[in-house]
């Protein structure tokens, strides 16, 4: 059963339980990269990407995303810039992420290692994918 969130347009699922940080581990890299693949955003906008496409349900904390920016960005996965101003807004810069053809690479790669994680553990629980 699904259920829309009229304040942010987010469609949760309901009967799903919410994934939390410890079950993304080993994926989360993978999901900032998908993240970004739509295009450059800031660490809060990579949150309501993540937070939309799991619909409500992937529950991600800002001290599990920016680590692993960092790790991503060491990597050469992605590149930050700080934005030039605010942009109308009050407050500091922020940095801008952007998905470099490493990146691009890497997410490929991961989606394909999802793809054979999902098929053998499926068999193995007994429900294929």
């Not at 304040?7 to 993304?24: E, F, Q």
């Not at 680590?67 to 922020?94: F, S, V």
Request: with cysteine; glycine share 12%.
């Amino acid at each position: 059963m699904r259920s829309l969130d009229t304040n942010s347009k987010t469609v949760y699922n309901l009967g799903m339980r919410p994934i939390h940080g410890d079950k993304l581990r080993g994926h989360l890299e993978t999901i900032i990269l998908s993240a970004l693949e739509r295009g450059e955003a800031h660490g809060l906008e990579i949150l309501r990407r993540l937070d939309a496409a799991g619909c409500g349900l992937l529950h991600l904390k800002e001290g599990s995303l920016y680590p692993a920016l960092y790790r991503l960005e060491e990597a050469g996965r992605i590149e930050a810039t700080w934005e030039e101003e605010p942009h109308g807004r009050r407050g500091a810069r922020r940095r801008i992420y952007r998905l470099t053809t490493k990146g691009k690479r890497e997410l490929a790669k991961g989606r394909e290692e999802w793809s054979n994680f999902v098929q053998i553990i499926g068999g193995v629980l007994g429900a294929p994918a």
